[in-house]
């Protein structure tokens, strides 16, 4: 996977994410080495700490990742809020089945509550609607072109009051110049048109690439 642009101008976001975020473990420094050295995406430090901090105000019961590369995320969240239930989903168990060496390192493996399912992120909302359904905050960054899909069942099927957050809406800029023959763009595009024509309220944080939030109204 070849480098993505950054949103910031140069140097910015790394002297964000190195000096202005404050780290509550120092594996998180060791996960992004690791992520850099192996080509791994994951979202910045300064989007992990921005999401720690909402689930520590929000205190979900359980939250449904799409795409937990090597738990960098995931853990964020865990800190946060170690008391909510994560369920996690990847297909590559390899990468995937980090998430509990580094959670070992940073010492909360006994105190966090993480299941983590090997899978295809369709295959899994398909077969899997009771376990994922009851989940009071869905976190997505997998591949941007089931975006569209994924919002549209999430969406129908997730319980009024529900948070939601999307990453990479941003899209490493090409929001402002999406080009019509990549799909992933022209799924990032379509995501934000359903947002916009279905969600009430939302927040864009501009951390990253973009991590986007809103809640499903409340009956």
């Known amino acids: 996977m070849k480098p993505r642009p950054s949103i910031y101008i140069p140097e910015l976001e790394s002297y964000i994410d190195t000096n202005l975020v404050f780290k509550p473990n120092p594996v998180f420094a060791e996960m992004e080495t690791y992520a850099k050295e192996k080509n791994i995406p994951i979202v910045t430090a300064a989007t992990g700490a921005v999401m720690s901090h909402l689930v520590s105000l929000l205190r979900p019961k359980q939250i449904l990742e799409l795409g937990t590369g090597l738990g960098y995320s995931t853990l964020w969240m865990a800190v946060g809020s170690p008391n909510s239930k994560f369920v996690t989903i990847d297909r590559h168990e390899e990468q995937a089945s980090l998430l509990e060496d580094y959670a070992k390192k940073m010492g909360i493996a006994g105190q966090i509550h993480v299941k983590r399912v090997t899978a295809s992120v369709m295959d899994y909302l398909e077969k899997e609607k009771l376990e994922w359904s009851e989940s009071d905050l869905f976190f997505v960054d997998c591949d941007k072109i089931t ?43 379509a995501l934000w048109n359903e947002v916009k024509s279905q969600v009430s309220g939302y927040t864009l944080y501009p951390v990253g690439d973009g991590l986007l939030f809103f809640q499903k109204d409340k009956k």
């Open 147 to 189: 975006y569209p899909e994924i919002f549209r069942i999430l969406w129908k099927e997730a319980n009024p009051g529900s948070y939601f957050l999307f990453d990479n809406m941003l899209w490493h800029g090409r929001v402002l110049a999406p080009d019509p023959k990549k799909p992933s763009d022209l799924a990032v595009m």
